[in-house]
């Protein structure tokens, strides 16, 4: 998955997440991505810093599926501090994206279950066509998976899903 800064001809700015840069390249061909603010389809990439994660240093025998699980969404508290409102307006706002970006995965792609780590393969490897799917994969079955080169993502878990 990747994630695009985009913009509309009115100059509104969203973001959008898309299986690869092929799959943003036909939907804004065919007008399937639209501003959410105002409804253009005239879209555009805006100007976006990459996101560069180094390999060196990094400890191996660290839990390398660490990414499947949500990014830290409480605020860090040092002893006898109060959160601050920014710091909880952030937090309101990260939860609010996190949300928003698993219920799109959930109404736009196919839950494919238990069977997702054989789907995602058999999709790699031009057994079956390319669509996009979301299911259950174990920590070894998704190692495995991004060991193989199959582009694979989590879907962030929020605190409100562990109830």
């Known amino acids: 998955m990747i994630r695009y800064s985009l913009r509309c001809e009115q100059g509104h700015s969203f973001e959008s997440w898309f299986q690869d840069s092929t799959a943003y390249d036909q939907q ?16 555009e990439k805006a100007i976006m810093a990459p996101r560069i ?3 060196k240093g990094r400890d191996r025998t660290a839990e390398p599926l660490a990414t499947t699980s949500a990014p830290p969404t409480a605020p860090v508290e040092t002893p006898n ?5 920014l710091m909880m307006a952030q937090e309101h706002e990260l939860r609010s994206k996190l949300k928003e970006l698993r219920d799109y995965v959930v109404k736009n792609a196919d839950n494919v279950g238990e069977r997702f780590p054989n789907e995602a393969r058999k999709m790699h490897y ?7 799917i979301y299911g259950e994969a174990s920590p070894d079955e998704a190692r495995a998976l991004i060991e193989e080169g199959v582009e694979v993502s989590p879907l962030p878990v929020l605190p409100e899903d562990r109830n």
């Open 28 to 43: 804004v061909a065919r007008d399937l991505v639209s501003c959410p603010v105002c409804n253009s389809v005239k879209i």
């Open 53 to 55: 994660v180094a390999k």
């Open 81 to 85: 501090a109060a959160p601050s409102p």
């Open 126 to 132: 031009g057994d079956i066509e390319h669509r996009p």
